[in-house]
């Protein structure tokens, strides 16, 4: 091969990948995190109650219920879910940054499970994919200040974030692994799907034995940091702006509940947890039994519709019972 | 016959994969000129932005 070949053929193979990269930008310009966002700008100057937290939030609080329930009792709110499946405090503090800087919110609902309050793990940037791509253009400053990047990590986490290939590397293995699916089921009896894919994947996220659950809530108490710094940088910035917040320990699964929830590890983490909660200023619910059928749930962690409306109802009548005039504002 | 398909099969691949620099067969001289390398050296990178590094135990999607 000659010099000139190559030099040309390099030259083909740099545009033929920035068309690739402009092309997957493009794509992923309706990406979910944008979406969210997206959800967050189209509302009204005036969000009475927000929804945040993970696809435990994003699928269980149903605003229209939350805002039929207010209006039956003689006062209209708005109401918005700004929960994101497959994320951690770090992009719901964004996530709230983002709706607290265009509106005025009266109420967030900030919805967690187990010890999401407290885990503050690490990230590496081979970490940021999915949902987790937003921090890449969403206040990228925060990913640097929270996410405790080594500098290796640091440098690729500023290197991917100029790239669209790069950062949304997520969407295309979402696309390929699609095809994967596809390609598997082909002969195969159907297999059961909801809106995050197979119900039984999210069996993984489960702790493995209640022993290590039971470890995990002795660990976060000997060391006391029951709420990570997103969470807290998140409360500082909704009791700053003067937001109401409601912690709920979100609706579980009856295995869930019964198999690590009934624990006296749990009981007694749970006391300290709403302790630290409260001393930072927030409301604690407990609305983890709240729904004992397991058909209102569409996999071990996930409510279905049914569940979704039942639970948004409960939690609204909760807002009205401690805030009698509080939560609502005048449109 | 089969035998002959392999070899030429073989010999293809060695050319893409640079293992050796003579053309395998005529009738694939397009394949001498940079248009062609630039384009499989994209298509190569891109295939491997595509199918390599996913290192969740499951890909969450979000349908």
């Given at each position: 091969?000659?010099?000139?070949?190559?030099l040309?053929?390099?030259?083909?193979?740099?545009?033929?990948?920035?068309?690739?990269?402009?092309?997957?930008?493009?794509?992923?310009?309706?990406s979910?995190?944008?979406?969210?966002?997206?959800?967050?700008?189209?509302?009204?100057?005036?969000?009475?109650?927000?929804?945040?937290?993970?696809?435990?939030?994003?699928?269980?609080?149903?605003?229209?219920?939350?805002?039929?329930?207010?209006?039956?009792?003689?006062?209209?709110?708005?109401?918005?879910?700004?929960?994101?499946?497959?994320?951690?405090?770090?992009?719901?503090?964004?996530?709230?940054?983002?709706?607290?800087?265009?509106?005025?919110?009266?109420?967030?609902?900030?919805?967690?499970?187990?010890?999401?309050?407290?885990?503050?793990?690490?990230?590496?940037?081979?970490?940021?994919?999915?949902?987790?791509?937003?921090?890449?253009?969403?206040?990228?400053?925060l990913?640097?200040?929270?996410?405790?990047?080594?500098?290796?990590?640091?440098?690729?986490?500023?290197?991917?974030?100029?790239?669209?290939?790069?950062?949304?590397r997520?969407?295309?293995?979402?696309?390929?692994?699609?095809?994967?699916?596809?390609?598997?089921?082909?002969?195969?009896?159907?297999?059961?799907?909801?809106?995050?894919?197979?119900?039984?994947?999210?069996?993984?996220?489960?702790?493995?034995?209640?022993?290590?659950?039971s470890?995990?809530?002795?660990?976060?108490?000997?060391?006391?940091t029951?709420l990570?710094?997103?969470?807290?940088?998140?409360?500082?910035?909704?009791?700053?702006?003067?937001?109401?917040?409601?912690?709920?320990?979100?609706?579980?699964?009856?295995?869930?509940?019964?198999?690590?929830?009934?624990?006296?590890?749990w009981?007694?983490?749970?006391?300290?947890?709403?302790?630290?909660?409260e001393?930072?200023g927030?409301?604690?619910?407990?609305?983890?039994?709240?729904?004992?059928?397991?058909?209102?749930?569409?996999?071990?962690?996930?409510?279905?519709?049914?569940?979704?409306?039942?639970?948004?109802?409960?939690?609204?009548?909760?807002?009205?019972?401690?805030?009698?005039?509080?939560?609502?504002?005048?449109? | 016959?089969?035998?002959?398909?392999?070899?030429?099969?073989?010999?293809?691949?060695?050319?893409?994969?640079?293992?050796?620099?003579d053309l395998?067969?005529?009738?694939?001289?397009?394949?001498?000129?940079?248009?062609?390398?630039?384009?499989?050296?994209?298509?190569?990178?891109?295939?491997?932005?595509?199918?390599?590094?996913?290192?969740?135990?499951?890909?969450?999607?979000?349908?």
């Amino acid at each position: 091969m000659t010099r000139r070949t190559v030099l040309i053929a390099s030259a083909l193979s740099v545009l033929i990948l920035v068309a690739a990269n402009l092309l997957v930008g493009r794509a992923a310009s309706n990406s979910v995190p944008r979406q969210r966002m997206r959800t967050i700008d189209s509302a009204g100057p005036v969000i009475d109650v927000l929804g945040i937290g993970n696809s435990l939030m994003a699928t269980g609080f149903d605003p229209d219920t939350v805002e039929r329930t207010f209006r039956a009792s003689g006062r209209p709110i708005i109401a918005l879910n700004a929960g994101l499946g497959a994320t951690n405090p770090l992009e719901h503090l964004i996530l709230a940054r983002h709706a607290l800087r265009q509106h005025s919110v009266k109420q967030l609902i900030y919805g967690f499970f187990d010890q999401q309050l407290s885990d503050d793990v690490p990230l590496k940037n081979s970490d940021l994919i999915g949902n987790h791509a937003m921090l890449y253009y969403a206040e990228p400053q925060l990913a640097v200040r929270y996410a405790q990047f080594s500098w290796m990590d640091l440098v690729a986490f500023q290197t991917y974030r100029c790239c669209a290939m790069f950062q949304e590397r997520g969407n295309i293995w979402a696309k390929v692994e699609k095809m994967r699916r596809a390609m598997a089921s082909v002969g195969m009896p159907r297999q059961a799907t909801n809106q995050f894919g197979r119900p039984e994947d999210f069996d993984l996220l489960e702790f493995v034995s209640p022993e290590e659950f039971s470890k995990r809530c002795r660990d976060v108490m000997r060391a006391g940091t029951f709420l990570s710094p997103p969470i807290q940088g998140l409360f500082q910035e909704a009791n700053a702006k003067g937001v109401k917040i409601t912690v709920v320990e979100m609706p579980m699964h009856p295995w869930h509940v019964k198999t690590f929830y009934d624990l006296p590890a749990w009981e007694e983490f749970r006391r300290l947890n709403r302790q630290a909660v409260e001393r930072s200023g927030a409301a604690y619910l407990d609305a983890s039994h709240w729904i004992p059928e397991e058909t209102k749930f569409q996999d071990h962690i996930h409510l279905g519709p049914s569940g979704a409306a039942q639970f948004s109802r409960m939690l609204a009548e909760r807002l009205i019972q401690a805030a009698p005039s509080g939560v609502t504002a005048r449109r | 016959m089969m035998l002959q398909l392999l070899e030429k099969i073989k010999s293809i691949l060695e050319y893409l994969g640079g293992v050796s620099e003579d053309l395998p067969l005529e009738s694939l001289r397009w394949m001498r000129g940079p248009l062609w390398w630039g384009t499989w050296w994209a298509v190569l990178i891109l295939s491997i932005v595509a199918f390599s590094g996913q290192s969740s135990k499951f890909i969450y999607i979000d349908f």
